[in-house]
């Protein structure tokens, strides 16, 4: 009988953080859209598993972990303000582009019927 251990020489892969603070910059985003799912969409988005995101965040990468997130990532630093803002002016134009839709749609209508 051989008594040989078996040797986990499998690492995982190694993401710098620039990678990470993308990653967390997309969950927010997907959160700060839907008020959830982030971390599923990142983990599909990306292949990493969600396990890994919410140990970036409980690490202190993330805003929700109470620690200092990395500097300019997050909602509490420049880039993720800056971000949140486009976001948020990008939704104000989409629903703009869409009410501008339905009233030239009237427009059109009653020019016609003249």
Do not use: C
């Not at 292949?47 to 202190?60: F, M, N, V, Y």
């Not at 200092?68 to 800056?82: L, T």
């Amino acid at each position: 009988m051989s008594t040989k251990k078996k040797v986990n020489s499998a690492k995982g892969r190694r993401y710098t953080r620039a990678e990470k603070a993308d990653i967390l910059a997309y969950v927010e985003q997907v959160n700060s859209q839907k008020g959830r799912g982030g971390q599923s969409a990142a983990s599909k988005k990306f292949k990493i598993s969600p396990l890994t995101i919410s140990s970036w965040i409980r690490s202190g990468y993330g805003e929700s972990s109470g620690i200092p997130a990395m500097p300019g990532v997050g909602s509490s630093g420049p880039i993720g303000k800056k971000l949140a803002k486009l976001q948020a002016l990008h939704d104000q134009i989409t629903r703009m582009e869409k009410e501008l839709s339905k009233t030239k749609a009237q427009f059109n209508a009653l020019k016609s019927s003249l």
